[in-house]
């Protein structure tokens, strides 16, 4: 069923049929070709074979779980972006904390509506914001090329997911800044929600650990957020 989508084809992986029938028709309203598998054997195969612009799965699947598709993605090099679906709130940490490049969750009962808008901003980021400048940003040993998408570390090249390379830039645009949680989850993750401001911890977590030394680079100002300095 490949319907020549103008937006690019999504991957849902949802054993639950009525979910995934309304994410198909959100989605396909909206401009994107939509693949439907319902369980993770089939979901990881069609991930493979499809090279989907996006991939929204369910965390338990039969056959193999949400997170384990992921973590065979990326074990091929596959960094496409994805958002998972959870039915347990406490299961987020968890899911963030892979380092699987899980890039935004929504926790079941979900509006379609909010999903089709996370995924348009996980695409947005995920291929650069023009308006976000191409200026190179360097502070101590890491580097940041916007245009490249690219990041060093003591001029080593440093892996980052699409919301991980965001959130690093946006610190670097103005070094000595304090940015709240809620600032930088309206700027990176293009919503505000209070609930969502541990997904700000998790990933700044994830950008420390990958930077090594360089890590204290972020520092944490308490009670406030985070800001960037040398
Ligand atoms: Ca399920």
């Given amino acids: 069923m490949s319907d020549a989508p103008a937006k690019g084809l999504v991957l849902v992986v949802e054993d639950e049929r009525p979910i995934a029938d309304l994410v198909r028709l959100y989605l396909a309203r909206d401009g994107f070709g939509v693949h439907v598998e319902h369980d993770g054997a089939a979901g990881l195969a069609a991930a493979r074979r499809l090279r989907p612009v996006a991939c929204i799965l369910d965390i338990a699947l039969p056959g193999l779980e949400g997170t384990e598709i992921v973590r065979r993605l990326r074990g091929d090099g596959d960094w496409t972006p994805v958002i998972f679906l959870t039915a347990r709130d406490d299961e987020v940490d968890r899911i963030l904390g892979l380092e699987l490049g899980g890039d935004d969750y929504v926790t079941k009962p979900f509006s379609p509506r909010e999903l089709v808008t996370r995924v348009k901003t996980l695409l947005r980021r995920a291929s650069g914001t023009p308006d976000e400048g191409r200026r190179v940003r360097t502070l101590g040993p890491v580097t940041l090329d916007p245009g490249r998408r690219q990041v060093t570390v003591y001029g080593a090249p440093l892996t980052l997911t699409p919301t991980e390379f965001d959130l690093l830039g946006h610190l670097l645009n103005r070094p000595g800044r304090v940015f ?46 985070y800001t960037a300095d040398a």
């Fill in 180 to 225: 709240t949680r809620e600032e930088l989850l309206a700027s990176v993750w293009g919503y505000a929600s209070a609930a969502g401001t541990r997904t700000v911890d998790v990933h700044v977590a994830q950008v420390r650990a990958k930077l090594g030394d360089a890590a204290t680079l972020i520092r944490t100002v308490r009670g406030v957020g």
